[in-house]
């Protein structure tokens, strides 16, 4: 693994069902982030963690749950899909305060929930 | 509430140069980024200036007017893989990124 992975990368999902999108970084960054990009928006931050063991809410957070074991990995959790929640999700980390900047993203889960 | 500006779509030519601008309006601000997106793939990292000016990084600028709540990303010598949306992110005062919607850069040969 180099760098930030997330799986699956595209996924078709029935309403109502509960789904996790894996993220595991081999950089050692304490900071992760969740982010879901639509149309014509900016991303929006999901949850993020500062460090392991912390997790904290962003603008869009409903619906959506995750978890911080350890440094590694940053799940996120459906836990009953609506359509609404079509996106692609990417998940980044950073190491450090965010005021020196470089966010690493991994390639993206494309999800569709019908 | 917090926002981010910057135009839709532009359209540039090959070996040209575009100026690419974005507008912000946040509750503090500790940072300015500028992000590369090419479709389908994953945000790359471009540039990050927090003091007024010019960042020069190659083919790529960036420039800062806290003032003015403006940046701007400039493109030189524009080749055909620069197509690709360029995304602009400011850090707030609880240092969490609002991001624009993005800017698609379309190159014309």
């Known amino acids: 693994i180099a760098g930030i992975t997330q799986a699956p990368t595209s996924q078709i999902l029935a309403a109502g069902r509960r789904m996790t999108l894996r993220c595991t970084q081999d950089m050692r960054h304490n900071a992760m982030y969740w982010y879901r990009q639509d149309l014509g928006l900016g991303l929006r931050l999901i949850h993020y963690s500062n460090t392991a063991g912390t997790t904290g809410k962003g603008e869009v957070p409903d619906g959506y749950s995750v978890s911080r074991a350890n440094t590694d990995d940053f799940p996120l959790t459906l836990a009953s899909a609506v359509p609404s929640q079509t996106s692609v999700y990417f998940c980044?980390?950073?190491?450090?305060?965010?005021?020196?900047?470089?966010?690493?993203f991994g390639e993206g889960s494309r999800l569709t929930v019908l | 509430g917090q926002n981010i500006d910057q135009p839709t779509e532009m359209t540039a030519t090959e070996g040209a140069i575009v100026q690419i601008n974005c507008t912000y309006q946040?509750?503090?601000?500790?940072?300015l980024f500028w992000y590369q997106q090419h479709a389908g793939e994953a945000p790359t990292f471009l540039s990050y200036n927090v003091l007024d000016g010019l960042e020069e990084k190659g083919r790529f600028s960036s420039f800062l007017s806290r003032s003015k709540g403006y940046s701007y990303l400039l493109l030189k010598e524009l080749q055909m893989k620069d197509s690709a949306s360029y995304l602009c992110a400011v850090s707030d005062s609880n240092y969490q990124l609002i991001w624009g919607a993005g800017t698609k850069l379309i190159i014309k040969p």
């Open positions: 980044a980390s950073t190491n450090g305060a965010m005021t020196t900047g470089e966010l690493f």
């Open positions: 946040t509750s503090g601000f500790n940072g």
